[in-house]
Structure formats: C-alpha cells, structure tokens
C-alpha cells in the first residue's frame, strides 16, 4: 500500500496556527512522525491565499528536505501553484492534484511528462463530481487519453475516485467500489487513491467506518491512500487485508512490520 501522510495540512487547525507563526519545528516534527510510521509520500498542503500560496509551500518542502528523504507530495488546488512550486524539490514525488476541470491537466501534464513525477488525477471536470459510476469512468477516460497525449505512463497515475460522505450516500460505497474495480481491471498497473477520511464525516466513531471502508476499497483494487500514518490500527487492517487478499507472500509483511512495532498493541 502507497500510504501518502495526511498530517501536515493548513486545514488542520494546529498545522495552521505553525504555518501562520513559521514553527518550523512543528513542521519538521510531523514531517518526522509520518517518515518513522512508515508513510510512502509526505503530503504537504498551506491550505493558505493563492497570494501567498507559492512562498509558504517552499517555506514548508524546506521543513520537511531538512528532516526526511521521503518524496513529497506537492498538494494545491490551483495548477499555477503546483507548476511553481513542485520543481522546488529535491526529488520526484506526487502532484496533488489535478482533474478535468478547466485547463489544469494540460498546464500540469507537459511539465511533468519527461519526469519521473507521480500525479493524482480526481475523477471530476466542470460539471463537478459526477453522481454515478459510469460518468465518473467518463471523467477517467478523458483523463487517460489527456495522459496518452502528454506520454504520462498510467504507472505514474494515481486515480482518486473522490470518495464522498457514506451518511449522505444511497448506496454505500457500491459506487465507489464499481470505479476502482473497473480501473484496476483496465489498467493492472495505475494506482488507486483515496483520502480514507471522507468517507466518515459527520458519523460517530468515525475510525470504525474508516477500517471498514478501507478493507472494502483495498478488495475492489486500491493500492494508494491519503491517510495518517501513525494510525495504528488502519495501518494494521492495511497490512493485514493485503495477507489476506494474497499480496503479502507467507505474511512476511505483516509479521515484519508486528516486529517492528509499526502496528499491534503499543510495546513498553
């Protein structure tokens, strides 16, 4: 499982108050934290005014360069943003993100074509999020042949299908297991991505939805998620699901990481 750390956001209020105040401290911390549970990618959003978006995001890839070789993942709504900023690393990471909407993918997808960078693609284009399966697969198929254009490898894409409020939903997650399983069927090699946490808004004892989304989701085909790595219970149902699902020879992952302290009970 690619598992892109979701814990230094602007969003989140203490993450904001150091952005505001430049704790760097507070910032190399998390960028830490996320690196020693195990994170793939350390996702790096200001959440902050467009005006001042650019500086505050090199100010925080510097806070983390400093503590971590971890690969980032450059995270803003806005395409110029993301094309001054992602060169601001010091290695290839992840493009967080683009879609169909407007211009962004053809502003972003020839800046990265000849790179290794890594990109999420959102299944949503100027009409919004689409409200079922098949026009979301529309959005996909847009998207692919946009990626086939700039020469973007489908290995290099991680597609988030845009998990929405499971207690606003008719259906339950059908909808989204139908998207990532017809993806995962067409393309073997693509990632698919998700922030965990959506799924759960609004809901009580929103850790028991989450374990049971990802278990479900990881079945249908997801392999990348936007979540916290410290968690050690969902890193655990990760790690467990992929034994289970047989992608973990012998369970030697699964021990490994038991050994590690990385999930089970907090050892003293």
């Not at 105040?21 to 959003?45: H, L, N, P, S, V």
């Not at 005014?49 to 806005?78: A, F, R």
């Not at 098949?134 to 490898?153: C, T």
Request: glycine share 6%; charged share 25%.
């Amino acid at each position: 499982m690619i598992i892109i750390g979701e814990k230094i956001n602007g969003s989140i209020p203490s993450v904001a108050k150091a952005i505001a105040e430049r704790d760097d401290q507070f910032i190399k911390d998390r960028a830490k934290m996320q690196a020693g549970a195990g994170a793939t990618y350390i996702d790096c959003c200001a959440s902050v005014d467009e005006s001042v978006e650019v500086e505050t995001l090199k100010w925080m890839i510097d806070c983390i360069q400093e503590v971590t070789d971890l690969p980032i993942s450059v995270d803003s709504p806005s395409a110029d943003v993301l094309a001054q900023v992602f060169e601001h690393c010091k290695r290839p990471g992840v493009i967080n993100s683009v879609s169909m909407e407007g211009d962004k993918v053809d502003k972003i997808f020839p800046l990265i074509a000849d790179t290794k960078w890594e990109i999420i693609c959102l299944l949503s284009d100027d009409t919004g999020i689409p409200k079922c399966a098949a026009d979301r697969l529309k959005v996909f198929d847009a998207l692919m042949i946009k990626a086939k254009e700039y020469g973007i490898a489908p290995n290099r894409m991680h597609i988030d299908p845009l998990v929405e409020m499971l207690c606003t939903s008719e259906d339950g997650i059908a909808m989204n297991e139908e998207v990532i399983s017809t993806i995962r069927a067409l393309y073997p090699s693509i990632h698919i991505t998700a922030a965990v946490s959506n799924i759960s808004f609004n809901l009580p004892v929103r850790k028991l939805v989450n374990l049971g989304f990802m278990v479900l989701a990881m079945k249908a085909g997801l392999d990348s998620a936007i979540l916290d790595p410290t968690n050690r219970d969902l890193l655990g149902v990760i790690y467990a699901t992929e034994a289970l699902l047989g992608e973990d020879e012998y369970c030697m992952e699964y021990i490994g990481a038991y050994r590690e302290g990385m999930i089970g009970p907090v050892k003293k």
